[in-house]
């Protein structure tokens, strides 16, 4: 197990080695390793001659082998599998590649891969593409091919390298990009597509680039390298071009790196078999494992794709190696093999497979043997088969041929019958014609009669010709002026549309400059402005001793707020303390008064001995009433049109801000908690004013803390609960910030945009 606290290894059961993987004999060759993208399979050749085999890493049974036809001297060093085709495989051999079709226990050869010329060149690197039909193949040479199919094969080579190639990978979800190292420590980042260089990057290590990964998750640009006799691992933007980390991840030489293609980690493994694990962000180490492995140590390390498991490989044998990730919603992602129609031509014939396993401890000669019985048995079935088939066909045509004669002469008996009918009907029509010969004659006449009349319809018909195309003439007069009437009004309409847009784009200028003039004067004027104290008995007077008419607004918000009328004619808004028995100190007034900002209600004064705030008069009332209609009075008062619509929202987050910048009594920052239509108040002009801060301030709950078990905000049941966010009522302590107004003022916005609070309450 390894030791870090994210994340952790786990060398599972299911590895194979040795004996397990050929029983005969003791298997000590390097494993090239190759994984299916869909299922848990992994293939290799044990040998290294002509056998091939497909392992389950999920469950560590095997699954099929194959016998690779050939030249026993012709190595097999590496398979891999095509995603595009459920059967098919690709061989790497010692002089070139080939492309095979598993049918059952046999392999048909669909093709081989050579050079350009067919030059013996030792075949080195192969990447195969993971949803586009082609695969990249190098050799001992410098220039490396593309092989495309569509009904056929097509190559294409990259040429011009100075180095023969090291390495070549796709990126996994970039499906045009891919990458070519050289053995002059050059890395090519091609686009597939337009056959294009997006990048040179010079990666200058011991020995040659062995491995590169590209990175799959999000949208960075992220490659990965090592060296086959280094220790270092690099990490590189490979649109920017520049190296970003580098960092030394073992004591022992590297063999593998590589982007974890679910988890946000880089895993890397050294040749004495010691994975460790990297943090994707900070490239820190976050766990590592050490595999007791053969004394050579491992060649490679794969991830699986549809799993955490990660596939060692190394001498005659091979590891699984689980990741875990320790949380809770962990799933075991496994997939279901019988359905794929690979794993069906693989499990259609158990005894053929059992043949083939066979095959490759005995000598063809058997072989042969086995299949000459085979087909000897199948060849008298299939004639026996053939037979009976042949018996059942020749009845069913007796029976044919005999319905089809009964048809036959029912249809001559018919057709007799007819023949004799017509002879009768001409007889009688000839005895009719001989005795209507006059009415024939003065058909003649009559004919004569209509050849005049015909005359006489194409010298009208050449009249109406003409007179004809004298209509059309006039028609398509007329169609050209209806054209450029419709010109006109279209241009006439645009030229309107344009004038009325640069009508309102005026309005919407001078607006702006009279709220930004407004704006400077109260910002001006702040800094200078002194509270004034009233007496309680003149904000009696002013309110009519605090009468019910002159609250201001609706609902429990404003049920201590009046509307008042000063001695002088100005008109103030005055608004009781909350409790009764609060009183007010001048230390809070004085840091209510400093809260002054163009889109905060200004303080104007103070009456200590009634605790009441005597605020400006804001004429335009509650923004509430102008987003939506639901009664008469707000019908006829009229809509918000969008611009100021959006003019307010600009205003409302630049007071929102401001309140989040100024620090509370408790040090953090102030929290106003109740931001909604009902709270921003309108001037005569529009312009947006934030109410109710003095509740912010003053509460001594908001100001120094709240007893343990209360609820700060206090609306969590109420029908406002609306403007606050899901997280805060889960909370077991619920703790007041930023994030609450923010969520608040996007409900605010999204009311003032449909209108309808109701349902921005359903969203």
């Keep these: 197990m390894g030791d870090g606290h994210e994340v952790q290894l786990r060398l599972s059961k299911f590895g194979r080695k040795g004996q397990d993987i050929l029983p005969d004999r003791c298997c000590d060759e390097w494993l090239w390793i190759n994984l299916h993208p869909r299922e848990p399979w992994l293939i290799f050749s044990p040998d290294l001659k002509s056998l091939l085999q497909v392992w389950n890493y999920e469950d560590g049974k095997w699954v099929a082998s194959w016998v690779v036809p050939g030249r026993v001297d012709d190595f097999v060093f590496e398979a891999g599998f095509i995603p595009q085709k459920d059967n098919w495989i690709v061989v790497r051999r010692w002089k070139m590649y080939e492309v095979y079709e598993c049918q059952d226990s046999n392999l048909r050869r669909l093709t081989q891969l050579q050079t350009e010329t067919g030059d013996s060149y030792y075949t080195w690197k192969m990447a195969v593409h993971q949803s586009l039909p082609c695969l990249l193949a190098s050799f001992m040479h410098k220039d490396f091919f593309l092989w495309h199919w569509r009904g056929k094969w097509e190559k294409t080579k990259f040429g011009g390298h100075k180095k023969s190639i090291t390495e070549l990978v796709f990126h996994p979800t970039e499906t045009q990009i891919f990458a070519s190292a050289l053995a002059d420590d050059i890395i090519k980042v091609r686009n597939l597509e337009k056959r294009s260089i997006i990048q040179n990057l010079t990666d200058v290590g011991q020995g040659n680039i062995c491995r590169m990964g590209f990175c799959g998750g999000g949208e960075r640009s992220l490659l990965i390298t090592s060296h086959w006799g280094d220790q270092n691992v690099r990490v590189w933007d490979y649109k920017k071009g520049s190296c970003i980390a580098q960092w030394k991840t073992h004591d022992k030489c590297l063999r593998v790196s590589f982007f974890h293609p679910h988890l946000p980690y880089i895993m890397t493994a050294a040749e004495d078999g010691e994975i460790r694990v990297w943090s994707e962000s900070s490239y820190q180490q976050v766990s590592s494992l050490s595999i007791e492995c053969h004394k050579d140590g491992i060649l490679s390390m794969i991830p699986s794709k549809i799993s955490s498991k990660l596939i060692v490989a190394g001498k005659g044998e091979f590891h699984v190696v689980e990741v875990e990730t320790g949380k809770d919603e962990k799933e075991k992602e496994e997939q279901k093999k019988k359905g794929s129609p690979f794993a069906k031509d693989f499990q259609t014939s158990s005894a053929a497979m059992a043949i083939v396993d066979e095959a490759a401890v005995v000598s063809r000669k058997a072989m042969e043997e086995i299949e000459h019985k085979v087909s000897g048995n199948v060849k008298l079935q299939f004639e026996e088969r053939i037979k009976e088939v042949v018996g059942m066909v020749e009845q069913n045509c007796k029976k044919a041929v005999e319905a089809v004669m009964a048809e036959h002469r029912t249809k001559e008996r018919t057709q007799a019958e007819i023949v004799q009918q017509l002879q009768s009907e001409i007889q009688t029509m000839m005895r009719t014609c001989e005795s209507s010969r006059p009415q024939m004659q003065e058909v003649q006449r009559l004919t004569q009669r209509v050849q005049q009349l015909e005359e006489e319809i194409q010298t009208m018909t050449g009249r109406f010709e003409t007179s004809k195309q004298r209509v059309q003439e006039v028609e398509q007069t007329l169609a050209e002026e209806r054209k450029h009437a419709e010109e006109g009004r279209t241009h006439l309409a645009e030229r309107i549309c344009k004038l009325e847009h640069k009508l309102a784009e005026e309005v919407a200028k001078r607006e702006r400059g009279e709220a930004s003039l407004t704006h400077a004067c109260d910002v001006c004027s702040a800094g200078t402005h002194l509270l004034k104290e009233y007496s309680f008995e003149e904000l009696q007077d002013a309110t009519d001793n605090f009468d019910v008419k002159r609250r201001f ?55 200590y001995k009634g605790s009441c705030l005597v605020y400006e008069h804001m004429e335009r009332g509650i923004l509430k009433n102008w987003i939506s209609h639901h009664d008469e009075e707000n019908a006829a008062r009229g809509f918000l049109p969008w611009y100021s619509r959006f003019r307010v929202m600009a205003e409302v987050a630049r007071g929102l801000c401001f309140l989040h910048s100024v620090p509370s009594a408790s040090g953090g920052p102030i929290i106003h908690r109740a931001i909604k239509p009902a709270s921003i108040l309108l001037s005569d002009s529009f312009v947006a004013k934030i109410c109710g801060v003095d509740e912010v301030i003053l509460d001594t709950d908001s100001a120094r803390g709240v007893q343990q078990g209360e609820d700060p905000l206090g609306v969590s049941t109420n029908r406002e609960s609306r403007y606050i966010a899901p997280e805060y009522l889960h909370q077991v302590e619920r703790v007041l910030s930023e994030k609450m107004d923010i969520y608040a003022f996007g409900i605010t916005v999204l009311e003032m945009l449909t209108g309808n609070p109701s349902l921005s309450w359903r969203c």
Excluded: I, W
């Design 553 to 607: 607004g609706g609902g429990n918000q404003f049920e201590n707020t009046y509307l008042g009328t000063l001695g002088d004619g100005s008109l103030v808004t005055v608004r009781k303390v909350r409790d009764a028995e609060a009183q007010l100190e001048t230390e809070l007034v004085d840091r209510v008064r400093t809260l002054r900002h163009p889109h905060l209600l200004t303080l104007l004064g103070v009456c």
